[in-house]
């Protein structure tokens, strides 16, 4: 069993911060690759950026340089730093983890957190 627990949501004004944190928990042999995603009202969800064991990050272009995305191995947790944010950032937060269970789960599968709500307003 593997949880993903996102916090850190919440409503802030244009041009505020926040910090969303996603807690790995469960049966975790290792962690590939975190990441957050978003999905707007009436919208498909999209990569909001990612970060691979190595620290290697990707960024979807929306939010470069305005967001960063950084992990803490020991813990199995993924952050994501929001400045400058903008009411079209409004949208629920998943944080995404491809990760295997044990040594014999050779390709790993891919886990969702439940979601966590960031509101821009104008």
């Known amino acids: 069993q593997v949880q993903l627990v996102e916090s850190g949501g919440g409503l802030v004004q244009a041009g505020g911060s926040l910090r969303l944190s996603c807690q790995a928990s469960?049966?975790?042999?290792?962690?590939?690759?975190m990441g957050w995603y978003r999905q707007a009202p009436g919208k498909q969800r999209e990569l909001v950026a990612h970060?691979?064991?190595?620290?290697?990050?990707n960024y979807a272009g929306s939010v470069k340089d305005r967001f960063t995305i950084s992990r803490d191995n020991a813990k199995n947790m993924v952050f994501l730093q929001m400045d400058y944010l903008k009411p079209e950032d409004t949208a629920e937060y998943y944080c995404?983890?491809?990760?295997?269970?044990?040594?014999?789960?050779?390709?790993?599968?891919?886990?969702w957190g439940q979601g966590t709500q960031v509101t821009v307003s104008s």
């Open positions: 469960g049966s975790i042999f290792s962690i590939n690759v």
């Open positions: 970060i691979n064991n190595g620290g290697t990050t």
């Open positions: 995404n983890a491809v990760l295997r269970t044990s040594y014999s789960d050779y390709r790993g599968n891919v886990y």
